[in-house]
């Protein structure tokens, strides 16, 4: 049996609700109805269920995290979701969700509890743990999975350019309340890019402290860097210098002389006769010695 097939609970979408809001709208809410009523988080009045787009695209893996937050910022400017904070950290940016179930009645005329049925993966706030549902296929769908993968390297370079982020997954440790400020401090005076590259050179050093990145960007500060590109030119010209200096360091290699012979270098310092005129002077002496010997002979 094949498994595109409809073997588990399917995510069931009334159509006048698509027809009203939007095929892949009516997806997200009817998914997020689901988790409003098994919610226990209540704020002003209402149920809230609260999770982060990466969250969400586990529940709709055939959207990118780009797409998820276009559908549910249109939801939010047409007033059927309403968002809102309730998380304890400034710097925890997880929305809270619920939603305009009169607008949504003043759209659609059936009952608020029969807006649709389904069974569904657990949220933050609790629930079934069940496998993920799937929505209908379509046309609309498909065309949608194909248009967005091209997306999705753009949105995780995205994602690794996050400075909080990036400090959690490599290896920093967990951001306190003190810390986020200083993160968030660099990235004002600079940028996001600068702070993720100066961590990233942390990494590739084995310095993993927050120290050694910070002593990184007062560096970039001191030398009026303002791009990543102007980082990889430094560390080009630097890496050049640092050879320069290898190779002045080196010994230099002496040039071999060859060693003149003691007697040689005597004899052409002393007065004696030079070779040739010494060589005539024994020629004329044992010419001398022979005549004197045949005058005895005779």
Not at 110 to 116: A, C, E, F, S
Not at 123 to 135: E, Q, S, T, V, Y
Request: aromatic fraction near 10%; charge should be negative; include cysteine.
């Amino acid at each position: 049996m094949t498994k595109l097939l409809l073997n588990e609970s399917p995510l069931v979408i009334i159509p006048s609700l698509a027809n009203a809001v939007g095929l892949n709208e009516s997806i997200v809410l009817q998914q997020l109805h689901f988790w409003v009523e098994k919610s226990t988080n209540i704020y002003d009045g209402h149920k809230w269920v609260y999770n982060t787009y990466d969250d969400w695209q586990e529940q709709f893996p055939f959207w990118s995290i780009r797409t998820i937050k276009r559908i549910i910022t249109g939801l939010e400017n047409n007033g059927y979701l309403i968002t809102s904070n309730y998380n304890k950290l400034k710097i925890d940016r997880t929305k809270w969700y619920r939603i305009n179930y009169e607008k949504l009645e003043s759209l659609v005329a059936r009952p608020r509890g029969q807006v649709g049925t389904m069974d569904v993966p657990t949220c933050h706030d609790g629930g079934a743990n069940l496998a993920p549902p799937l929505p209908e296929i379509t046309t609309e769908i498909t065309t949608e999975i194909k248009r967005e993968e091209e997306e999705n390297a753009r949105v995780n370079q995205l994602k690794v350019n996050n400075p909080f982020l990036f400090f959690e997954e490599n290896g920093f440790g967990a951001i306190s309340g003190y810390m986020s400020q200083k993160i968030k401090a660099w990235c004002e005076d600079l940028s996001d890019e600068l702070v993720v590259e100066a961590m990233k050179l942390a990494v590739e050093k084995g310095a993993k402290h927050w120290s050694y990145v910070e002593a990184i960007l007062r560096d970039w500060v001191d030398k009026n860097i303002q791009t990543v590109e102007e980082v990889h030119a430094a560390l080009i010209k630097h890496r050049e210098e640092q050879k320069k200096k290898q190779v002045q360091r080196r010994p230099k290699q002496s040039i071999r002389q060859e060693q003149i012979p003691e007697w040689l270098n005597n004899q052409s310092h002393s007065n004696e006769i030079p070779l040739d005129n010494a060589f005539e002077e024994e020629k004329r002496r044992l010419q001398e010695e022979l005549q004197q010997y045949q005058k005895k002979n005779e």
